[in-house]
């Protein structure tokens, strides 16, 4: 049975966001930059600010636990084949393998767990695997996704090149995916890449080349690191959003929908200037489309953040038809498209 005819629908979904803000004063205070600046430039009001028990697999463990009480009378964590990582990259642990960690919390014994590695994209890429491995293994009928992301630690508010990053915040979140299932169901995907941007960023100290010593732990090299500010500036404003527009209208077209405009963007936290452009090349209304201007941006975890709030608004109904877009460090880009309800 191919992808088309296997079809998979999300059961429920679930969020945890850390209960502390921090707001655009403070981000001017620490990063140097005006409030003006943070708010019309960088387009945040307010941003999720972690505890210190805030860690990332605890995050998405919570998130976890929220989509099992909601999925109650549907799923139970016996009936869990799989369990996927869907957060960031960077853990509570070097190495860790932390969609085995969720896996024994949640006390899904009867599955096996695997982490996705990736920025930005792991949650929409994480759908893509759950529904293609139902296609390809007929054991495989519920997928957990359960990712946490806590970034915030990794941005240098100081450094102008990644001023950009100043969004960054931390939650968890989580799906169960299920085959057969009529509701929230799966109508097509898309993932494309730029590889040639492979290395313009990411925090230089910490792997095999530039490992901890008692010199580096406390320099720029624990934090996010643009290598050509030129460069990433031109591509952020530029390519970012084309590509972003270019990979939700793959996902349309592999749904049998090209051309057609969603009820709905469930989008990653995009600059002002980004988010207009991807808007406006789409020709969707802002209304329809979440800014997560007061939560900021959570990797991974955006495009459920913003479904989500576009459910409990009553924006998204049975039947709409939405598009989960988004895009992250590497640079990497994902879309899908669902039909809610």
Request: hydrophobic letters at 40%; glycine letters at 8%; one cysteine or more.
């Amino acid at each position: 049975m191919g992808k088309k005819e296997t079809k998979v629908g999300i059961v429920s979904y679930g969020l945890y966001l850390p209960r502390d803000f921090e707001t655009a004063d403070e981000i001017a205070a620490k990063s140097g930059l005006s409030r003006d600046e943070i708010v019309r430039e960088i387009g945040l009001e307010k941003k999720c600010k972690p505890a210190q028990d805030d860690l990332p697999v605890t995050m998405a463990r919570k998130a976890a636990e929220n989509a099992l009480e909601k999925a109650k009378g549907i799923v139970t964590p016996d009936d869990i084949d799989v369990v996927l990582w869907t957060g960031e990259e960077y853990k509570d642990y070097i190495a860790q393998t932390a969609s085995i960690r969720i896996q024994e919390e949640v006390k899904a014994y009867n599955a096996w767990a695997f982490d996705i590695i990736g920025q930005g994209t792991p949650s929409l890429v994480g759908i893509r695997l759950a529904r293609d491995l139902m296609v390809g293994d007929a054991t495989v009928n519920t997928v957990l996704l359960a990712g946490g992301t806590r970034d915030y630690d990794l941005v240098n508010y100081k450094d102008p090149d990644t001023k950009w990053l100043l969004p960054t915040s931390a939650s968890g979140a989580a799906m169960i995916l299920r085959r057969d299932y009529v509701n929230n169901t799966i109508l097509g995907m898309a993932q494309i890449v730029d590889p040639e941007m492979a290395d313009e960023v990411y925090v230089p100290v910490g792997g095999t080349v530039n490992p901890f010593t008692v010199d580096n732990v406390e320099t720029k090299g624990m934090f996010f690191n643009a290598f050509n500010p030129s460069l990433l500036d031109k591509y952020l404003a530029e390519r970012m959003p084309a590509r972003i527009v270019e990979v939700i209208g793959k996902a349309l077209n592999d749904a049998g929908m090209a051309g057609k405009k969603p009820d709905y963007l469930a989008m990653r936290y995009l600059l002002p200037k980004q988010r207009k452009n991807v808007l406006e090349a789409l020709a969707i209304g802002e209304s329809k489309s979440d800014t997560l201007s007061d939560s900021g941006c959570h990797g991974p975890n955006d495009v459920i953040i913003s479904l989500d709030r576009a459910a409990r608004k009553g924006i998204v109904k049975k039947g709409s038809i939405v598009v989960l877009a988004s895009a992250g460090i590497g640079f990497t880009y994902a879309a899908a498209v669902l039909q809610y309800g």
